[in-house]
């Protein structure tokens, strides 16, 4: 491990250039967990870290990669051993230290997970994006949803969390229909277990929102935000609530309190990123057991870290659907 080979961006001028390059182990940050990297994955965020002034990154030059999965080699805690397949996502990863596109990364003991059943593709093939899903399924759950409230709708439901989403709830019996402006990803989406398939919302961008609509849904996994998320906080039924986590529709909210106070709607707010590590192993265990997604392999695509970057191309323009898996261990 004296050199390995990683995919490094720095920032030139107004641009965010990658090239692979090699590193010593010294420039790896501080941690207790030394990981030799076998699998990345794609998300929004990443796509954001190469983008000039997308907000993510403390300072340039970073490995970007916000999910890795791995083999421990190197322990300096009691909880993990040298031969432990391990995940870690969130926290600083990927934005304020060196991320999963690297053969190596280091890491504090309290940001890693134990993969369990979980094989070291599927934890990345779930990543960040899944592990938002889940988390939004759950919150629904605790929430009280049940299969008989009625459908659930999914937003952006061909992205990485909104596929994931679909397969979860449709899983656990949920009607769930699925929200996407991909036409394209309608039959890809039924297969996920979707009993409905619409376009984007709102149905007509130029019409002005209404605070109330008509009741279309029990709850909601938003990945979009914007208008989207005002349209369907105005639709669902009374006491239902809208799980979000996205904001490719924009971040700014322009609603009324009205859902909240006369159909006692609740907006939950999804965090993967800081969420404190017992309830992140927790829900990682639930992943590999009860909560498991069937259809993951019909959402996933591979590709090598050292092509990533045409991927993340895609995700930032918004072409990609679907979950990419970077293969990092052999993949340079």
Same mark, same amino acid.
């Given at each position: 491990?004296?050199?390995?080979?990683? %995919?490094?961006?720095?920032?030139?001028?107004?641009?965010?250039?990658?090239?692979?390059?090699?590193?010593?182990?010294?420039?790896?940050?501080?941690? #207790?967990?030394?990981?030799?990297?076998?699998?990345?994955? @794609?998300?929004?965020?990443?796509?954001?870290?190469?983008?000039?002034?997308?907000?993510?990154?403390?300072?340039?030059?970073?490995?970007?990669?916000?999910?890795?999965?791995?083999?421990?080699?190197?322990?300096?805690?009691?909880?993990?051993?040298?031969?432990?397949?391990? %995940?870690?996502?969130?926290?600083?990863?990927?934005?304020?230290?060196?991320?999963?596109?690297?053969?190596?990364?280091?890491?504090?003991?309290?940001?890693?997970?134990?993969?369990?059943?979980?094989?070291?593709? !599927?934890?990345?093939?779930?990543?960040?994006?899944?592990?938002?899903?889940?988390?939004?399924?759950?919150?629904?759950?605790?929430?009280?949803?049940?299969?008989?409230?009625?459908?659930?709708?999914?937003?952006?439901?061909?992205?990485?969390?909104?596929?994931?989403?679909?397969?979860?709830?449709?899983?656990?019996?949920?009607? @769930?229909?699925?929200?996407?402006?991909?036409?394209?990803?309608?039959?890809?989406?039924?297969?996920?277990?979707?009993?409905?398939?619409?376009?984007?919302?709102?149905? #007509?961008? !130029?019409? &002005?929102?209404?605070? %109330?609509? &008509?009741?279309?849904?029990?709850?909601?996994?938003?990945?979009?935000?914007?208008?989207?998320?005002? !349209?369907?906080?105005?639709? @669902?039924?009374?006491?239902?609530?809208?799980?979000?986590?996205?904001?490719?529709?924009?971040?700014?909210?322009?609603?009324?309190?009205?859902?909240?106070?006369?159909?006692?709607?609740?907006?939950l707010g999804m965090d993967s990123v800081q969420m404190p590590i017992e309830p992140r192993r927790a829900l990682w265990e639930k992943l590999g057991t009860s909560l498991i997604p069937h259809h993951l392999a019909d959402v996933t695509t591979?590709?090598?870290?050292?092509?990533?970057?045409?991927?993340?191309? &895609?995700?930032?323009?918004?072409?990609?659907?679907?979950?990419?898996? @970077?293969?990092?261990?052999?993949?340079?």
């Amino acid at each position: 491990m004296d050199n390995f080979s990683a %995919l490094v961006a720095r920032q030139d001028d107004d641009q965010i250039v990658t090239a692979v390059e090699s590193l010593e182990a010294a420039q790896l940050p501080d941690g #207790d967990v030394t990981i030799r990297v076998l699998y990345s994955s @794609v998300n929004f965020k990443d796509a954001l870290a190469l983008t000039p002034k997308g907000g993510v990154v403390r300072d340039y030059p970073i490995v970007p990669g916000i999910d890795l999965t791995g083999e421990v080699v190197e322990s300096h805690s009691s909880d993990f051993a040298v031969g432990d397949l391990v %995940l870690a996502h969130g926290y600083e990863i990927g934005t304020g230290r060196h991320g999963g596109y690297a053969e190596y990364a280091r890491v504090p003991a309290g940001w890693v997970v134990s993969l369990g059943p979980i094989s070291p593709h !599927d934890g990345a093939a779930i990543g960040t994006a899944g592990f938002t899903a889940a988390m939004s399924v759950q919150a629904l759950i605790e929430r009280g949803l049940s299969p008989a409230d009625g459908p659930v709708l999914v937003t952006g439901a061909s992205g990485g969390v909104g596929s994931v989403a679909v397969d979860l709830l449709a899983g656990a019996g949920y009607e @769930v229909v699925a929200s996407s402006g991909k036409t394209e990803a309608a039959d890809r989406l039924r297969a996920l277990g979707a009993t409905d398939v619409i376009g984007r919302l709102p149905e #007509d961008p !130029d019409a &002005k929102p209404r605070p %109330l609509g &008509k009741t279309r849904w029990a709850g909601a996994v938003d990945c979009v935000g914007g208008a989207t998320l005002a !349209d369907v906080l105005s639709s @669902v039924k009374y006491g239902g609530a809208v799980a979000a986590s996205g904001l490719t529709g924009g971040p700014g909210l322009s609603t009324t309190v009205l859902p909240f106070i006369l159909r006692g709607v609740a907006l939950l707010g999804m965090d993967s990123v800081q969420m404190p590590i017992e309830p992140r192993r927790a829900l990682w265990e639930k992943l590999g057991t009860s909560l498991i997604p069937h259809h993951l392999a019909d959402v996933t695509t591979e590709v090598d870290v050292k092509d990533v970057v045409g991927v993340i191309d &895609k995700v930032r323009a918004g072409t990609f659907s679907g979950r990419a898996v @970077v293969k990092v261990a052999g993949g340079f």
